[in-house]
């Protein structure tokens, strides 16, 4: 059984249910779940403008977010994670255009994946990995190729979520002769490799290696069914699949 959850049930236990100590305690846990939910809607509102003006060439810095078809400003009420885009039934206020559903379930997965993930793993850093792992999904399914900085910001927060020095060591080492191979003889993505190195480094060899055969498998099969077997696949999802997978059956 998940360690947190016994660990919560056993807090549950020992608060008497006629107390105030018991309101407090469910207060605090509903508090946690909708901070949790409001912060990954916010974070996938940005993934969300940061893959869009990615694909449109503007810089996150450059404007205010704007509509992609009138130009006009998005005033600050209409910017609210989910809540503007059902209020305004996905059309611009202003041109009446359809905004299409990319935000909104942007906005509504990522607030679902921190409700979930927090009350599962009880890690805000792992909270931000699968993040970026989500947004580096979403990138290589439209692009076929990911952008560096965003594979280096998920390098350093591996790190910092699972610390080994000798084995990271180690893990680099392979990655370089791996890369050195894959530079003659393209086999994989560039960022499928990377990808492969940072789930090393949160993970280890073992669980790894299964990530990459759950990630094939379930490749092969979308592949076959498709019938796209000399098409160029985007593998970074099916490698967020696998690990998914993992991670949820060692809990
Ligand atoms: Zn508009």
Redesign the pocket.
Known sequence: MNKHLIIVSRQFLRVNVFSSDFFVFISRRFFMLVYFFIIGSILGSFAAALFSRNSNGESILSARSH?D??K?IILFRDLIPIFSYLFLTGK?R??K?NIGPFTFICELGFALIWLTSYSLFHSVILNIILSIMIYLSIEDISNKSVHFPYILCLFIFSLIYNFNPLMDFIYILFYLLISLINHHKEMLGSGDIDFILILMIINNVIDTLKIVLIGSCVCLICLVLTNKLRARVPFIPFLLLGYLIIICIKK
């Open positions: 509509c078809y009138c006009k611009c202003y041109c255009r």
